[in-house]
Every structure is written in C-alpha cells, then in structure tokens.
Nanobody, 125 residues
C-alpha cells in the first residue's frame, strides 16, 4: 500500500522557518515528479512547489519563490520543503503529492496520483 506521510508542520511567528518532510512508502518515487500543495480555509488547494524525478528541476509558485526550497532524498524516498521568511498568508494545510507518470511536474492538483494526509502550518503575525 502506497503511503505519503507529512511531518514538520506547526505554529511559527512571521519571519520564522519550518521544514516539512514527506516520507513515502509502498513504492519508489525517485523517477517521477512530486510536489507540495497547500490549502487555506475557504480556498482551493494550490500548487506551492514541485520537483522532477531526474535532474532534478524545481518549480515554485510566485508567492513562495525565493523563500521556499523543495528537495528530495531518493535514498530515503523522502521529499522536503524548507520554508523561510514565513508570512501569515502562508498559513494552510500543506500536502505532498506524487505522480506515477514519469514526465512533467504539473501545477494542477488533479495531475497527481498519491496524496499525504496534510500537515498544518500556522504563521502568526
């Protein structure tokens, strides 16, 4: 059974940092794209960052570019999101997601096949 389990969320003051982790089990995702999405109350789930399987290449939403860094450790089958200079508007549930198709790191949530349960990130002003 494939599982993605996020950890590392919490409460932080504006300007602070958090590092999210997403541990995958049940299959290897080293050759496919993965991403971090977030969903704030009353809003749709949105793409935050993505990383390709090979290269890898990284992609960011404009709202997080320069503050967030996505990375992966294929030996540990784990995805990370380093979040710096956090703002109150970054408050959301953060989800990791994985594809089964080799090509592409799309920004649409419906292009991903596996999802974690989410971890809450709250940034206080």
């Amino acid at each position: 059974q494939v599982q993605l389990v996020e950890s590392g969320g919490g409460l932080v003051q504006a300007g602070g940092s958090l590092r999210l982790s997403c541990a995958a089990s049940g299959r290897t995702f080293s050759s496919v794209g993965m991403g971090w999405f977030r969903q704030a109350p009353g809003k749709e789930r949105e793409f935050a960052a993505g990383i390709s399987g090979l290269g890898p290449s990284t992609y960011y939403a404009d709202s997080v570019k320069g503050r967030f860094t996505i990375s992966r450790d294929n030996a540990k089958n784990t995805l990370y999101l380093q979040m710096n200079s956090l703002k109150p508007e970054d408050t959301a549930v953060y989800y990791c997601a994985a594809r089964t198709r080799r090509v592409g790191v799309p920004r649409a949530a419906n292009e991903y096949d596996y999802w974690g349960q989410g971890t809450q990130v709250t940034v206080s002003s």
